[in-house]
């Protein structure tokens, strides 16, 4: 069982990765590929239509030449057009954001300029849950877990939005001992309590995998069980909500179910090494049991 607990970690690694921020910057990926869409190029051809045009006059304007700038990596052109949008619209938060993460780190690294405009974004926009999602990410970037707690349950206070109650798991369940020492809360509780409400704002399979195995780790079967069968309904085929529910069973003794479980699991991906383990130990644990009732 322990690890499983370590593979689902690793699970929630990728979902850290994939999950992580509501998207105000993204504009594009380039990923290998040979004679495809060429972002940087239409990037720079948008700007000069955007100067063809002549709409210095609009804050939106400025705006989009900002992100256009920032995605071709040209932050000096990218600051000067969002304090200009920012001249024209004092409560433009998504200028001010996006100032904040190009002073997090590269050429014009500055920690204190990049709170300051998130500050300032919280400020003129404290409903909008995407504020305090990039201001979080601040602090996760200097490992200052406690501020991004902190800061992120200042932002369900005021918005009840899911992607924060999942965005405070993410960084309560990547905060090593050395910060959950310092905690004036209950860490799974927590936890719990997060997954559960975005639950009931959209029931989506992540948000039931991770509260299955914050249950599992608290040998909460029954309501870990629960959880793991409302992945399984979603997506028959999730193996490590199988082996979560086959962990599930094997927390409860119930050995043949959870060799069951594994079996299933291997035939869905026969090179899973987690369900050869865990079968393996199943196995072995099953032997144990029978032994032990015997005497």
């Known amino acids: 069982m322990k690890k499983l607990l370590l593979l689902i970690s690793c699970a929630f690694s990728v979902l850290l990765l994939s999950d992580w921020s509501y998207g105000t910057t993204t504009v594009g990926v380039q990923a290998g590929l040979v004679d495809g869409f060429d972002v940087s190029r239409a990037n720079e051809e948008a700007v000069k239509v955007l100067d063809a045009a002549q709409l210095d006059n609009n804050f939106n304007v400025h705006y989009i030449r900002g992100v256009l700038y920032r995605a071709q990596s040209n932050d000096k052109k990218a600051i000067e057009e969002l304090l200009e949008a920012i001249k024209m619209k004092a ?93 004036d809360f209950n ?48 997506e028959p085929k999730y193996v490590l909500a199988i082996l979560g529910l086959a962990s599930v069973y094997e927390g409860r003794h119930e050995y043949e179910k959870a060799i069951g479980l594994a079996k299933e699991a291997l035939k869905i991906d026969p090179g899973n090494k987690a369900a050869q383990s865990e079968l393996k130990e199943y196995e072995e644990g099953f032997e144990k049991w029978k032994r032990e009732k015997k005497n």
Not at 196 to 212: D, H, Q
Not at 216 to 231: G, I, R, T
């Open 187 to 234: 860490k799974n509780g927590r936890i719990i309590r997060n997954l559960e409400r975005a639950i009931e704002l959209s029931p989506k399979t992540p948000y039931y995998f991770l509260l299955g195995a914050v249950y599992l780790e608290e040998n909460a079967y029954d309501k870990a069980e629960k959880a793991f069968n409302s992945v399984l309904k979603q």
């Open 91 to 183: 409560d433009h938060y998504q200028s001010y954001l996006l100032l904040g993460q190009i002073y997090i780190s590269g050429k014009y690294k500055d920690i204190s300029k990049a709170a300051e405009y998130f500050g300032i974004a919280r400020k003129v926009a404290p409903k909008e849950p995407v504020v305090y999602t990039e201001s979080a990410l601040l602090y996760v970037y200097t490992k200052d877990m406690l501020n991004a707690i902190a800061l992120l349950e200042e932002g369900i206070g005021k918005t009840d939005a899911e992607s924060l109650y999942y965005n405070q798991t993410i960084v309560l369940m990547s905060s090593d001992d050395s910060v959950t020492k310092k905690f």
